[in-house]
C-alpha cells in the first residue's frame, strides 16, 4: 500500500509512459480542477478540450 499522500507518478513520468509532453498531461490534470458539471461535458462531448482548458483558467471568485 501507499501511504497517504505519497505521489505516485509525477507529471514527466506520465509523459514518458504515455509518450506524450509534459505540457500535455500538466494541461489535462487541470482539468480535473474543473466543475464536475463542466468535466462531464468533456467526456460527454459537449465542449471540446481547449474550450475546456480556457475556462479552467478562469479564476474562481469564490476562492479569493
Not at 505521489?7 to 480542477?33: D, W
Not at 481547449?50 to 474562481?60: C, F, K, T, Y
Amino acid at each position: 500500500t501507499t501511504p497517504v499522500g505519497q505521489v505516485l507518478h509525477t507529471p514527466e513520468s506520465i509523459a514518458q509512459k504515455i509518450g506524450k509532453s509534459k505540457r500535455y498531461v500538466l494541461r489535462r490534470l487541470k482539468l480535473l480542477n474543473l466543475p464536475k458539471h463542466a468535466q462531464d461535458a468533456v467526456v460527454a462531448g459537449k465542449i471540446e478540450i481547449s474550450a475546456a482548458e480556457m475556462l479552467g483558467r478562469i479564476p474562481d471568485a469564490r476562492l479569493g
